[in-house]
Nanobody
Framework: QVQLVESGGGLVQPGGSLRLSCAAS????????MDWYRQTPGKQRELVAT???????NYVDSVKGRFTVSGDDAKNTVYLQMNSVNLEDTAVYYC?????????????WGQGTQVTVSS
């Protein structure tokens, strides 16, 4: 079984910074990709940033130039550095990963971490 545990959420002022972490644990053979999504009440979950095992990254337009996603393969961990945050960044942020275990390839979600941008 695989677990994704997010951390680093909290309250931040507009223009401030926050770093989220997501650590994968379990019988991991290989991590193919780890993504960050976010969701606000009444809206669909939105893909924010992705990083593949090869290091390729992609971002939704609204966070380009402000957020940076990175991975630590040795720790099976992905980070989301959030800079110059604004009110629209308030959401629950979820980690998503596609991972190969001894039982095969699967998709996994973390429990989510709340990010609130407020003055």
């Amino acid at each position: 079984q695989v677990q994704l545990v997010e951390s680093g959420g909290g309250l931040v002022q507009p223009g401030g910074s926050l770093r989220l972490s997501c650590a994968a644990s379990g019988n991991i053979v290989r991590v193919y990709r780890m993504d960050w999504y976010r969701q606000t009440p009444g809206k669909q979950r939105e893909l924010v940033a992705t990083v593949t095992s090869g290091g390729t990254t992609n971002y939704v337009d609204s966070v380009k130039g402000r957020f940076t996603v990175s991975g630590d393969d040795a720790k099976n961990t992905v980070y989301l550095q959030m800079n110059s945050v604004n009110l629209e960044d308030t959401a629950v942020y979820y980690c998503y990963a596609e991972i190969m275990t001894i039982r095969g390839r699967g998709a996994y979600w973390g429990q989510g971490t709340q990010v609130t941008v407020s003055s």
